[in-house]
């Protein structure tokens, strides 16, 4: 029995034993940098909230500290703790406002393939109990296309990309997807790719903008994307990011605040309506780990 297949036995005897609910993990990204990724993992997990989903972030950005810069909080412990220091994974949630949870990344999981069996199924096994935690869980990726954000993306079954009206942003949009597609293991019925135009003066430009991005993806590539929604030029979200909070809390009737609100009830409906599969965290953090998906 290899690796692979113990951490399988793990998970589905975890999931059997305990008779555990599964959270629905959303992974968030975007070609590049500044466009606005990490404040709408933020803004997404209030909206959340709001819905009365409980709600966990998972910074993957490894080496900078988005999320707790935004939420003005700063973590005692990281996801480094716990895979080499024995920290449990209550220890190293830290809870920002509205009680949303987050997890920091640290310095990178360069050698998680590399880990002994028992300390992958110690890891697993932690993981795993952030599905009793945790009805949502949103990874926010780093920038780019890295191998280590290509990783992510692969094991996601449902990823959000992030977007602009800039053209160096489409591009690198376009991009990112062209590396995806490539991956040896991204299967694109395995996994739902969803566009979000963020930075828009109107709506009617966010529709242009995906239609853009869509057109030469359907061509090229050929795996399907759809078209989530956007989310407006807004000066008070500039104005919640530099005073660390999120817009959705800040200013709920912002523009920025009612399109994220906007955006995740069409999540949320999606998933009534189209019974989203979910996968749990132990079997999305098991693939990055064994590059196969349970």
Request: aromatic content about 6%.
């Amino acid at each position: 029995m290899d690796q692979a297949e113990q951490l399988r036995n793990i998970i589905k005897a975890g999931a059997t034993t305990h008779n555990r609910p599964l959270a629905r993990v959303i992974t968030v990204t975007s070609g590049k940098g500044g466009v606005g990724k990490s404040n709408t993992a933020i803004n997404l997990a209030i909206q959340f909230r709001k819905m009365g989903q409980r709600v966990i972030i998972l910074d993957a950005d490894f080496g900078l500290a988005n999320i707790e810069i935004m939420f003005g909080t700063v973590p005692r412990h990281n996801l480094c703790d716990l895979i080499y220091q024995g920290k449990n994974i209550r220890e190293i949630i830290t809870w920002g406002p509205m009680e949303v949870g987050f997890i920091s990344g640290g310095s990178g999981i360069a050698g998680l393939s590399n880990l002994s069996r028992e300390y992958l199924v110690y890891i697993i096994q932690n993981l795993a109990e952030l599905d009793a935690i945790a009805d949502i869980i949103i990874v926010d990726t780093g920038a780019g296309i890295s191998d280590a954000v290509l990783e992510f993306l692969v094991a996601s079954g449902e990823i959000l990309l992030v977007t602009t009206p800039e053209p160096t942003s489409i591009t690198d949009s376009y991009s990112l997807l062209k590396a995806l597609s490539r991956h040896p293991r991204f299967l694109s019925e395995a996994s739902q790719i969803k566009v979000i135009a963020n930075k828009v003066d109107s709506q009617n430009e966010g529709q242009t903008l995906f239609n853009k991005l869509n057109a030469v993806v359907s061509r090229y590539l050929k795996i399907p994307i759809t078209y989530l929604g956007a989310v407006p030029q807004d000066s008070q979200l500039s104005r919640a990011v530099m005073q660390q909070m999120p817009v959705s809390l800040q200013t709920p009737q912002a523009k920025s605040s009612i399109a994220y609100e906007t955006i995740a009830a069409k999540l949320m409906n999606i998933e009534l309506n189209q019974k989203v599969l979910k996968r749990g965290m132990a079997a999305f953090f098991s693939h990055i780990v064994t590059g196969k998906k349970f």
